[in-house]
């Protein structure tokens, strides 16, 4: 039996090595990818419940390596956010964003709103909202189009500079939401004294709506809640009409989710298509 744990600690300590190879090839690759042009954005309409209209799109990061094809941002953000170099890559997709939906308005199309996820770390940096006045005025964006979206994560960075970074932000006339609502600790009403515009409501909770009754008794609860703390709701996921339909008895503001659209590169999207369905 000697061996055979000998031969399980080999077969194992192999798997890790193996894993931790990958992880430092990403690392590597990584300092190279935008210079390689190997990264680009996607965009996936986030849509108006109401009238069924195009309201904002959303920017996704993709990476696709020559040799190691396409990585997930699930993947490889946090080793980003672990090496620091998320504020390289988050700049350039702040960047790229926001350039990309003035040049939708330019194009005559009727303005909408670019969310752009922010990294923690990002938010962190002294000189965040230097950067985003930068970019503003360098793509000529209005700061009415822009909205940042952060997860829960950051209500654990409870300080003066996350405050004061926030306060500016909103001063600047730019919209924050809260992502992935639900999946971490955060009450709403701790969220509030943030002075947060909207909450997405994670995908887990939409996507249970159509097999249990507890997807729709959570759901419904953030929406009234957050509506009587005035923020607006985006359900995130949504995949079919028992979802739509639920969301929208339920007077959820927004969707979004493969059901009205993937997200794809902006070229491939056409903005003069309403989403009726
Ligand atoms: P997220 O911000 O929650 O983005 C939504 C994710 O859900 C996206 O995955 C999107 O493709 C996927 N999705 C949208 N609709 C549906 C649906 O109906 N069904 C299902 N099953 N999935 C749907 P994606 O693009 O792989 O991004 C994963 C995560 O990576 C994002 O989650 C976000 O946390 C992070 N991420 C992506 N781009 C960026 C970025 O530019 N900066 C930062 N900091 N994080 C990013
Ligand atoms: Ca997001
Ligand atoms: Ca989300
Ligand atoms: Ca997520």
Request: hydrophobic share 40%; net charge negative.
């Amino acid at each position: 039996t000697k061996k055979h744990k000998i031969a399980q600690y080999t077969v194992y300590s192999e798997e890790l090595d193996q894993q931790s190879v990958y992880r430092l090839t990403i690392e590597r690759e990584l300092k190279s990818a935008l210079t390689k042009q190997e990264m680009s954005l996607h965009y996936q309409p986030i849509i108006d419940l109401k009238n069924n209209r195009l309201s904002a799109m959303e920017a996704l990061i993709r990476w696709n390596h020559p040799e190691l094809g396409f990585i997930p941002p699930d993947f490889f953000i946090p080793i980003s956010e672990e090496t620091g170099q998320i504020v390289s890559l988050g700049r350039w997709v702040l960047y790229t964003a926001c350039a990309q939906n003035k040049a939708w308005q330019d194009q005559g199309h009727p303005p909408i709103k670019i969310c752009v996820n922010i990294s923690t770390i990002q938010l962190q940096q002294l000189d965040f909202v230097q950067t985003v006045i930068e970019i503003l005025e360098e793509t000529g964006l209005n700061a009415k189009w822009l909205e940042l979206e952060v997860t829960e994560s950051i209500l654990l960075v409870d300080t003066e500079l996350l405050k004061n970074s926030l306060h500016q932000l909103k001063e600047l006339g730019v919209s924050m939401s809260i992502d992935d609502f639900g999946t971490g600790f955060t009450s709403l009403s701790y969220l509030r004294q943030f002075s947060f515009d909207r909450i997405k409501i994670d995908r887990s909770f939409v996507g249970d709506i159509s097999k249990d009754l507890n997807g729709k008794a959570i759901t419904a609860t953030i929406i009234s809640l957050a509506h009587t703390l005035n923020m607006t709701v985006v359900a995130e996921g949504i995949e079919d009409d028992t979802q739509l339909a639920f969301l929208q008895g339920k007077k959820c503001d927004e969707g979004q989710g493969y059901y009205f659209g993937r997200p794809l590169p902006a070229a491939l999207h056409d903005l003069t298509t309403v989403y009726k369905k």
